[in-house]
């Protein structure tokens, strides 16, 4: 909120915030995690800010425990889970990278958010557990299609990533979408990986691979993968969107360490990251430059504050905290709005 609130001010977005509760406060007020009114408020914003959630510690749904990042994408149908992973030079660690995982986030093997009614896993006697996977052909060609369009903007190439060699239905029904997408893009490149193949080549070489488009199970497992060899989880912004309704939830990569809870030791770049992605998106698809030109800063921003040793924080083996953090990006965020003012005068 403090680099949000200086990046504004610098560029004079007009922000103006609502404050919901979700999670485990929620769950006290109102005896569930994510309410039907939070969800159908958060339809009639511009964009969201989601912070990181506690699933696993969650109680039973019919007690109350909601996965709120389900809930978000499926009710307001963010379906496409926008992952970027580039390395730093200046992270001696990290595997040469600059690439986007296009994650399809609203059906796959999650079992919260693949059927109309009750959960898609299930047990027909106490020993044997049952889990169903639902692909549809609608899904895989509207993330394929954003896949393709962001290649257009970028290096011209898609990996498609599957298992088709077993799942030969539903894999298979993903793959034929995406090369049909692909015929309406002859500048692109497309070539697909099996997942497990994917996994190795994105180790070994992860520099060879653009964008990166799989369903929700896959994505979820190499956005990770890919985060993590570009020096950190905690880097890893990401955006939940829909193209057709325009509307866009920034959303940490990584979930929540209640291990480190209120010690104030947390890395926030994958937060701040999401939320420069947030405006940079806005500012793409209405067409307001200066939505971008903040998105591009707070991006700067952060970078420069990694680049010195002295103010990372401890996932990157510094000592920073999580307030210093963020009021060292604010205030480069503040000098560089600063400096691009002069500059335009």
Known sequence: MEVLKVADAAFGLGLEYHFE????????????????????????FDGIILGPQSHM??????????????????KLDLYAN???????????????????IMREATEGFYPDRNMYAG??????????????RKITASACERIARQAFLLAMKRNRRVTAVHKANNFILTDGLFLQQVRKVAAEFPDVTLDDFIIDAMAAHL????????????????????????????GSLGLAGSIN????????????????APDIQNRNIANPTSLILSAAMMLS??????GLAHFEAAGAEIERAVDEVLADPASRTRDLGGTTNTDTFGSLVAGAV???????????A
């Open 21 to 44: 509760d979700t999670g485990f406060t929620s769950l006290e007020k109102f005896g569930t995690t994510l309410r039907d009114e939070t969800i159908e408020r958060a339809r009639t």
């Open 82 to 100: 926008v992952r970027p992973a580039r390395s730093r030079p200046f992270l001696n660690d990290a595997k040469k990278m600059d690439l986007v």
């Open 241 to 256: 969107a829909n193209a057709e309704t325009g509307l866009v939830c920034a959303q940490a990569q990584h979930g929540s």
């Open 281 to 286: 998106w806005l500012g793409e698809q209405r």
């Open 203 to 230: 180790v070994r070489d992860p520099s060879r691979f653009d964008v990166i488009v799989a369903t929700n199970f896959y994505s979820d497992i190499l956005s990770d993968l890919a985060s993590e060899l570009s």
């Open 334 to 344: 503040r000098a560089g709005g600063g400096e691009r003012k002069r500059a335009s």
């Open 119 to 132: 959960t898609g896993e299930f047990m027909p006697t106490p020993d044997v557990a049952l889990s169903v």
């Open 57 to 74: 510690d969650y109680p039973a749904r019919d007690k109350g425990g909601v996965n709120v990042s389900a809930g978000f994408r499926v």
